[in-house]
């Protein structure tokens, strides 16, 4: 009955499905990153212990203390404006992470925007589908949380393929592709939105 129940909200809620698939994009697009940037970092020109890696690894908690912001940008009815820019960011994340085969500086410029890329569309997406159907907002973060974690996984077993084909490049072309597509969902949630906003009550 539960499981039947779940299916009923995702055939539904057109922005449940929207928004779960804009939340397992992008955690794939920058769990590709955390995969493989071990990979990179311990090879040249780095050559960098656990210690060091460890420590840029620190780097993304910086999109964390953006949580709250993106929070309060949500709840002040801002949650579609937040998403759209946190999947702009997403895109051009890769850019700076591409340059970071070479460049240290460009490479933690990349992982603070990728992480606060990824706090600012989870956030978002919690704000929107918890609003669809208050009654049943665990059955929603079920279905949500699921498919978000299900993208994690997807991502970091595609990183991994990636980085075994083709390195670094392979890994850039893979995240960029899965932020591009992030971007395109999220111009779908949009159209849903409108749709949504001019269907009579």
Known sequence: TTLRSLGTLVRTQPRLRTRSLLGALSFASVSALFSTMAFLLA?????????????????G???AVMANLTG????????????????????????ALGAGAYSLAWFLIGMVAIDLALQ????????????????ARSRINAVYMTTYFI???????????????????GVCVFG???AVVTALVWVADL???????????
């Open 43 to 59: 090879g040249e020109p780095y050559g960098f212990d656990e210690v060091q890696i460890g420590l840029v690894g620190l780097a």
């Open 61 to 63: 908690v910086a999109g």
């Open 72 to 95: 309060r940008l949500a709840d002040r009815g801002l949650a579609q404006l937040t998403s759209g820019a946190g999947a702009a960011v997403l895109v051009a994340s890769w850019a």
């Open 120 to 135: 600012a569309i989870h956030i978002s997406n919690q704000n929107i589908v918890y609003a669809l159907a208050p009654a």
């Open 151 to 169: 993208g994690a996984a997807a991502g970091s077993a595609l990183g991994a393929v990636a980085w075994t084909s083709t390195g670094w490049t």
């Open 176 to 178: 960029v592709a899965a």
């Open 191 to 201: 159209r849903v939105a409108r749709r949504a906003v001019a269907v009579p009550a």
